[in-house]
């Protein structure tokens, strides 16, 4: 179904600028969805034409040309041989940087031997005056037969015009009547003849492309596949060929275009971008600067989003016990205030750290630096079966593997991006800390070793690299087991670095925190409303026994109001359905020297990993209050019933911490799993094979210890 | 044809031109990105821990791997 009002397509090679453009065009009307039946992110918005009338517009993936390289590719060619698709366009506005006209002339050509109508738009005049060349848009429209609009968007110029031309071209859009741009061998001649016939294709080109994508287009049904297949077999069409000698031969008659239009001046010998690459992408330096710049990126996201995240926590604290002592008491009010409200305290708390990690990770993509960090650990992260660009991922997951796994889209290989989302929490996260903060002291003393290092740090260094070594070792193991499609290229443009538009960069970190929160949100808000029932309710009546119990020891005890509700929240939790689960799974952990009370606590981690302080606090009876210093004598002093061996020895809990550090313990990262990988398949294979890695991790540490 | 000279066997700080390309799956690739016979690439330097080489044609900059350079023949003089 086609809606009435008018598609355009913005089109274009990546780095064109065109995204800055789709920006500028829609402003805050956008929004982020999927193209029907894939992962590929589909930005679209509207404009208002100078009649009043409302035009969609599409933001289409950056692509090179019609025989295409990746998944975001596809999508577009997809798209563009399908005039019954619902995102056909219209009308196409090209986006070509004019510093790189010859390269972006090969997809327009294209584009308009497709037959689509076209507004061509030539970006970045600015640089091309500030370099001293020259330009002249009328040989290039003579070529092309389309209207060429000369641009800055990032200096605002001629963008009036723009818009007034969109309007105009809106109005009478009319296919070119001037013949097409490549001239077909007989080969190509005659098996896309043959195809038009048989799919009343809109041109003979777009035939000459399903012949080449046949088999991966969606729209073509089988039986025009086979016939297709016969086709081309028949004629002996060679695909890499064909595709290879019609790129040559347009850019052969283009050439002397772009000579026409751009009147190149003298290049001085070293360019900015070339001076800056002597020391950014240098030998040595290159990956110092690197780590210094990740370094200082997980600081800043530790330092920035403390304050709004502690917020966020006091925020929903205070509410809850607003609503609690407003509400009438009742299943439903604790529903609300423990299920829901801590559900979405639990996703919104996370916010600031997406939010400042995205907008770092964009202001780097922006400025140009990304590509250069690619470039340089390619080699590194081929070795384990990911790519150049999942140093960014792995490096972001120190933080939160959440904005990490949803960097990976840039990974254009299938294998390399799932390896790469499955390792990514294995790194030590912030979420992690309070637990080691808590455990690390039972494990060893707060003394120094050889006068400068800490014990206690060194032991935290140890559970990081203990986490990297094991997002390595599994993603050999990955490499090892899954299928490659062997679609694994660097090839990457290192474009000139250029001063991010703080539009694009606001704008996609607002997508990206919306994402989150709207996808991620339900499943986790779902599981919290789950655990905040098994932590409410028992079977039969063994909440209100243990109520009783608890406040008959009160009065024998003589405890105080505050210490009988903490009695009280105590033999709850053990007596709820997580208890009996707790109990119920401990044979299970006692090789790993767990008790019960840790399963609860292993349990509830399942939400999230710092949850474990808080649900600690509640089964030792200290109110959740979070207090760390007060858990962590009470945790201390707590023995093995009928001995005198404590409960948190070094063994027990160095193997907890092992286990932190493997579980999978974060409903959010799972959801965002499920998300990113359009199924349950991944994040339950990456739960199973993290948990079998903490509980054998924790075994043999604590078998060794004991 | 093992006297093809590629773009393996330029220094960094050398440049040369590009007689042709070693047709295959990144050949259409190289294409976009503006290797093209006639074009002046200039070897700039290798990437720290190797397997990749950061290269510049007329205008701008690309990094490709050790593989992909090997599809990228030479013109016997510079």
Redesign the interface.
């Known amino acids: 179904m086609k809606t009435s009002k008018l598609n355009i397509a913005l089109l274009g090679?990546p780095n064109s600028g065109k995204s800055s453009l789709f920006n500028h065009l829609t402003g805050l009307r956008q929004h982020v969805s999927n193209f029907p039946g894939v992962t590929v992110d589909k930005k679209s918005g509207t404009i208002l034409l100078e009649n009043g009338v409302e035009a969609n517009i599409i933001d289409f993936p950056g692509t090179?040309?019609v025989?295409p390289?990746s998944s975001e590719e596809k999508i577009v060619i997809n798209i563009l041989t399908d005039k019954n698709n619902d995102n056909y366009p219209d009308l196409v506005i090209y986006v070509a940087d004019a510093?790189?006209l010859?390269?972006h002339l090969?997809f327009a050509t294209q584009i308009i031997d497709l037959g689509l109508p076209m507004i061509f738009v030539l970006n970045m005049i600015d640089l091309i005056s500030e370099q001293g060349d020259i330009l002249d848009i009328k040989p290039l429209e003579k070529y092309l037969g389309v209207k060429v609009i000369p641009v800055s968007v990032r200096n605002n110029e001629h963008l009036d015009s723009l818009t007034h031309e969109i309007s105009a071209g809106a109005q009478q859009i009319k296919g070119l009547e001037n013949p097409i741009k490549y001239v077909f061998t007989d080969v190509e001649n005659f098996v896309a003849t043959r195809i038009q016939k048989n799919l009343s294709t809109t041109s003979l080109y777009t035939a000459k492309v399903i012949a080449h994508h046949y088999k991966w287009l969606s729209h073509i049904d089988e039986e025009q596949k086979n016939k297709i297949k016969t086709i081309t077999e028949q004629s002996a069409f060679n695909d890499?060929?064909l595709?290879?000698r019609e790129?040559?031969d347009r850019?052969n008659h283009f050439a002397p275009v772009v000579r026409e239009t751009i009147k190149v001046a003298k290049?001085e010998k070293k360019s900015l971008?070339?001076k800056i690459?002597d020391i950014i992408?240098?030998?040595?330096w290159?990956?110092i600067i690197f780590f210094a710049i990740m370094f200082l990126m997980f600081q800043s996201i530790y330092s920035w989003s403390s304050v709004p995240m502690d917020l966020i926590e006091t925020g929903f604290a205070e509410v809850g016990i607003l609503l609690t002592n407003s509400l009438p008491a009742g299943w439903w009010t604790d529903l609300l205030v423990n299920g829901l409200l801590a559900g979405l305290g639990g996703v919104l708390v996370f916010v600031p750290q997406i939010a400042v990690l995205f907008l770092l990770i964009s202001l780097l993509e922006e400025s140009g630096y990304m590509?250069r960090a690619?470039?340089?650990?390619?080699?590194?992260m081929?070795k384990f079966g990911m790519n150049g660009r999942s140093m960014v991922a792995l490096i972001s997951s120190g933080a939160c593997a959440i904005p990490a796994i949803m960097s990976t889209r840039t990974i254009s290989d299938p294998k390399e991006r799932l390896i790469t989302i499955l390792v990514s929490p294995l790194i030590s996260c912030s979420a992690r800390l309070p637990v080691y903060a808590v455990l690390v002291g039972f494990v060893v003393a707060d003394t120094d070793v050889l006068g400068i290092f800490n014990m206690q740090g060194l032991v935290f260094m140890g559970l990081y690299l203990l986490g990297i070594v094991g997002a390595l070792v599994s993603a050999l193991v990955f490499k090892a087991i899954l299928k490659s499609e062997n679609n694994s290229?660097?090839?990457?443009?290192?474009?000139?670095y250029k001063p991010p538009l703080w539009k694009n960069v606001l704008l996609t970190v607002k997508e990206k925190v919306t994402s989150f929160v709207v996808e991620a949100g339900k499943i986790i808000v779902l599981i919290s409303i789950a655990l905040w029932f098994l932590a409410s309710y028992g079977p039969g009546n063994d909440l209100e026994e243990a109520t009783t119990n608890a406040q008959n020891i009160s009065i024998e005890k003589k405890l105080s109001e505050q210490e009988k509700d903490n009695l009280i929240a105590s033999y709850k939790i053990e007596a709820s359905y997580i208890g009996h689960l707790g109990q119920w799974i401990e044979p299970a952990i006692k090789p790993l020297g767990f008790d019960w009370k840790m399963g609860i606590a292993i349990l509830t981690s399942f939400a999230a990993r710092e949850v474990f302080v808080g649900t600690m606090a509640t089964i030792y009876s200290i109110g959740s209050d979070n207090d760390e210093q007060t858990l962590r004598q009470k945790m201390a002093s707590e023995k093995r019933p009928g001995t005198e061996i404590n409960v948190y020895n070094p063994a027990t809990s160095l193997s907890l911490l092992v286990f932190y550090v493997f579980a999978m313990q974060c409903m959010s990262t799972l959801a965002i799993v499920k998300r990113e990988t359009n199924t349950w398949k991944w994040p339950i294979i990456q739960f199973v094979f993290m948990s079998v890695l903490a509980y054998v991790g924790s075994f043999i540490v604590y078998q060794l210890m004991t | 044809m093992s006297s093809e000279r590629t773009l393996l066997s330029l220094l960094p700080g050398e440049s040369a031109f590009i007689e042709k390309?070693d047709?295959?799956?990144?050949?259409?690739?190289?294409?976009?990105?503006?290797v093209?016979?006639k074009a002046k690439v200039t070897m700039?330097?290798?990437?720290?821990?190797?397997?990749?080489y950061?290269i510049?044609l007329d205008?701008?900059?690309?990094?490709?791997?050790t593989e992909?350079a090997a599809t990228i023949i030479l013109e016997n003089q510079i």
């Not at chain 1, 290229?489 to 000139?496: D, G, K, R, S």
């Open positions: 090679n090179y040309s025989y390289n510093t790189q010859e390269r090969l890499l060929n595709q290879v790129t040559m850019y290049r971008t070339d690459d992408t240098h030998r040595f290159g990956p590509s690619v470039y340089m650990f390619d080699i590194v081929r290229f660097l090839m990457i443009e290192l474009p000139n | 390309l047709v295959g799956i990144s050949t259409c690739k190289l294409l976009n990105l503006g093209l016979p700039v330097r290798k990437a720290p821990f190797g397997g990749a950061y510049k205008g701008h900059q690309l990094a490709v791997r992909e």
